[in-house]
């Protein structure tokens, strides 16, 4: 694939490689605004309640749970993982994990209806059929969860740690979507991030999903890892299309050795360079597209029919930690160590470590190590960045501005940012709001830089640590 080769073949998304290659650059992936990397340590479990207190007590919520052990490191993983072949530190983990979940019950009191569910590690599936089930008795002892037919409940499985007969019994459990972590199919790239999964393993977790009813099959690829190419990438691909999962993440791999120090196990002259890794995203693109999936936004891809695509094509598609979701406006009560919650006009974190996370519970108090508390400013450009991801455009008349100030004007200055882009040909800029072309929906998070307060506020002298990935 030439890498100055235009691709334009679904009316969602167009790839130019010499764009993306110009104007790639460092920025937030916006799961979150502010992004977690604002948090401070001055918002703990007082602010917290303040925030439960000021959310309607009817609203729906969402609950994500984080498992943190692994059996085994792969080496590109950024996520905060334990790994450990000792069973019995889940154990200890989910003696205080129900003491949390107690505590969030107490405060959420009223059992509130659960709408939405996500277990994410680490790997879940460390934990034991019964103790699975023991931890979602718990979590329904304390909340009451929709109907099967209604809620989103998902689970993050590694396929090398499953059976059918497993994946049977989480759709027994309760859950109703699943993704398996892929990455890649090809031998050599596997051995080279400690990650041996075969495709007939995986294709077995793949299909017992479907016979067992899971309403949704997702799966995760990543290029840019070591000893990938353009031409070892295209079979991983082949098979992905042929599986025709219900969704589709490919992520760009950001080798960060300074912040995961399991990346320091990769070698760095494995890694393909620019041009390929931005041939391998054209590659992708091009596959799926053909395929018939729809490009919803970043690095999301689902078929036409798929809750995602219907979301999207209704203008209520959302954004929130775990990434696009029909479920991300209800608030988000997060478990588990280091877990990041979205209640309200706030966003809190848990402690990181086992350590502190158990020292916090072993006081009787929430774990909350830091958070935010968004101001006026803050909620209005969470909407206008929420909007723009995943609407692809910017309606002002649905902003909530000071009285008597216009969009244009209390944004005069973001603007003026965006006007090199808008003659890049990545984006139009109106009357009444922004619209996001074809050609620089792959580069949506640059348009949401020039919206980022904070990412403009005066530099401390001095170097700046190394924050986020490449926008591409």
Do not use: W
């Not at 470590?353 to 958070?371: H, M, N, Q």
């Not at 973001?414 to 984006?427: M, Q, T």
């Amino acid at each position: 694939m030439s890498s100055a080769r235009v691709i334009a073949l679904t009316p969602s998304v167009e790839f130019d490689a010499a764009l993306v290659r110009k104007l790639n650059q460092m920025g937030p992936r916006y799961t979150s605004y502010p992004t977690a990397d604002r948090f401070d340590g001055g918002f703990g479990a007082q602010q917290y309640r303040a925030a439960v207190a000021g959310v309607d007590p009817a609203a729906p919520l969402s609950l994500y749970v984080h498992i943190p052990f692994c059996a085994s490191l792969c080496y590109y993983c950024g996520c905060n993982k334990i790994i450990t072949q000792d069973r019995d530190k889940a154990v200890e983990y989910l003696d205080y994990l129900y003491r949390e979940i107690a505590m969030q019950g107490s405060l959420l009191s009223g059992r509130r209806r659960v709408d939405q569910l996500h277990f994410g590690g680490g790997t879940p599936t460390y934990l034991s059929d019964e103790q699975m089930g023991d931890l979602l008795a718990t979590l329904r002892g304390q909340f009451e969860f929709a109907p099967d037919a209604e809620g989103e409940f998902s689970i993050e499985v590694d396929p090398r740690t499953v059976t059918p007969a497993r994946i049977a019994t989480l759709r027994s459990q309760g859950f109703n979507r699943i993704s398996l972590g892929i990455q890649d199919f090809d031998p050599a790239v596997q051995e080279a991030v400690n990650r041996i999964q075969s495709y007939e393993q995986t294709m077995e977790v793949l299909q017992a999903a479907r016979d067992c009813g899971f309403r949704s099959v997702s799966v995760d690829l990543i290029y840019g890892l070591p000893l990938q190419s353009v031409a070892s990438f295209g079979p991983t691909l082949d098979k992905i299309v042929a599986a025709r999962p219900d969704r589709v993440a490919v992520y760009n791999y950001a080798h960060m050795p300074q912040l995961f120090k399991s990346q320091r196990l990769i070698k760095a002259e494995d890694l393909p360079d620019a041009d390929t890794k931005l041939a391998m995203l054209g590659l992708c693109i091009e596959r799926l597209t053909e395929a018939g999936y729809v490009y919803i936004g970043m690095d999301h891809f689902a078929l036409p029919d798929d809750d995602l695509a219907r979301s999207q094509r209704e203008g209520k598609l959302q954004r929130n930690f775990q990434g696009y979701s029909t479920h991300a406006d209800a608030p988000m009560v997060a478990l588990g160590v280091s877990a990041i919650s979205a209640v309200g006009a706030s966003y809190s974190q848990n402690e990181k470590t086992l350590s502190a996370y158990y020292e916090r519970l072993d006081r009787g108090e929430l774990p909350i190590a830091r958070g935010i508390e968004l101001s006026a400013d803050d909620l209005l450009r969470r909407a206008v960045i929420g909007q723009l991801m995943c609407d692809f455009e910017l309606d002002y008349a649905s902003l909530t501005l000071p009285d008597g100030v216009a969009a244009a004007d209390y944004f005069a200055a973001e603007l003026e940012r965006l006007k090199p882009l808008e003659e890049e040909g990545l984006l139009c800029i109106g009357s009444k709001g922004l619209r996001v072309k074809m050609r620089g929906r792959l580069l949506i998070r640059n348009i949401c830089m020039a919206f980022d307060r904070y990412l403009h506020a005066p530099r401390v002298e001095g170097p700046q640590p190394v924050r986020y990935s490449r926008t591409i």
